[in-house]
């Protein structure tokens, strides 16, 4: 049975020479590859025309920092996606991270230390998922879930099911001051985007990673060591979410067991919208950021609207679910 693909003949146009193959070949490549930014920038003219205060330097400095939390957490879920594998637990790893810092912070005096504790604790988190889907060999979905629902119960019994309050400003400064006139996180978001961005794309580890993601047993083949590079992403993830939590409770001056329940859909969402595959194999860290500002995009033009949280949940899934048949549709146009 004959199916179409894009090096089908196609008709020849009057008066010139009919695109070779190839060259309709790249044009279908490069449209796919590049239609995030495309879709960004109609989104931002869109937003611009129905809310003129979007472009302002007050609104685009407080709609990336209302963003930085889940834009760290989605950095780790690219690196994640791309190997092949899925972490549920980063919302319940974020919650953790705002809850030991602030916890921390409070009983040393230090936030300092108080960070410091988040990461190791994100650390461990990360290292017992890539323990659980690398050497046990439980499905990612599966595996995360389940320590999803672990994390957060140590969460709770660790703060006692309240809240803990911190006093101390020197706390806030992490999330709250500012270097050259740009805040902080804005400042750590953008740092920790290059250095993945590099870590994926000029890296070897990087290249392994793209390896282990496209064809695990190709890479056992291969002589990777396909165990340590699975369990390395989850390790990266679980810090880089409880890192985002304590930006989060800097924020606040709070630190909460019950924070980051929708954080874990939403890091997938901006990933997948990237471009980033759902396959593994496939993807960057600059799509993520296409899809960060994306979802930044929507989420500030819905609440400048007034749009209920309803119908913001419908458009964001809906943006979901298209990107995914997006993403399917054109692995079965190179099949």
């Not at 001056?253 to 595959?277: H, K, R």
């Not at 609207?305 to 995914?324: D, E, F, M, P, R």
Request: some cysteine; hydrophobic content about 50%; proline content about 4%.
């Amino acid at each position: 049975m004959n199916q179409s693909t894009d090096l089908d003949p196609a008709p020849a146009v009057a008066g010139g020479p009919a695109p070779s193959p190839t060259q309709r070949l790249s044009a279908a490549v490069l449209l796919q590859r590049y239609a995030m930014i495309l879709a960004l920038l109609g989104l931002v003219v869109l937003a611009t025309a129905l809310y003129p205060g979007f472009v302002s330097p007050e609104n685009l400095r407080d709609l990336l920092l209302q963003n930085t939390a889940v834009g760290i957490v989605a950095l780790g879920m690219t690196f994640v996606i791309i190997s092949g594998g899925f972490d549920l637990s980063v919302g319940a790893t974020y919650a953790l991270g705002a809850t030991v810092s602030a916890g921390v912070a409070i009983s040393t005096g230090s936030p300092a230390l108080g960070i410091l504790a988040a990461l190791g604790a994100g650390l461990v988190c990360g290292l017992v998922n890539g323990l659980l889907v690398a050497r046990i060999g439980i499905n990612p979905f599966v595996a995360t879930l389940g320590s999803a629902s672990v994390i957060s119960g140590v969460a709770y019994l660790y703060s006692g099911s309240a809240p803990f309050i911190v006093s101390d400003p020197q706390f806030k400064v992490l999330a709250r001051s500012s270097v050259a006139g740009i805040p902080t996180p804005i400042l750590i978001l953008a740092v920790t985007f290059v250095i993945g961005g590099v870590l994926l794309a000029s890296t070897r580890y990087g290249r392994n990673i793209y390896a282990i993601g496209g064809n695990h047993e190709a890479g056992w083949l291969s002589g990777l060591r396909v165990t340590d590079l699975t369990a390395s992403v989850y390790v990266m993830t679980g810090a880089l979410a409880a890192f985002a939590g304590t930006i989060d409770a800097s924020r606040l001056g709070v630190g909460q067991a019950d924070v980051g329940a929708n954080i874990a859909l939403d890091a997938i969402a901006i990933v997948i919208v990237g471009g980033t595959s759902l396959r593994g194999g496939e993807g960057a860290v600059w799509r993520s950021a296409v899809g960060l500002l994306i979802f930044a995009t929507l989420t500030n033009l819905f609440y400048s609207l007034n749009l209920s949280q309803n119908w913001q949940l419908i458009a964001k899934g809906t943006i979901v679910l298209l990107a995914v048949a997006l993403d399917s549709w054109s692995r079965q146009r190179r099949s």
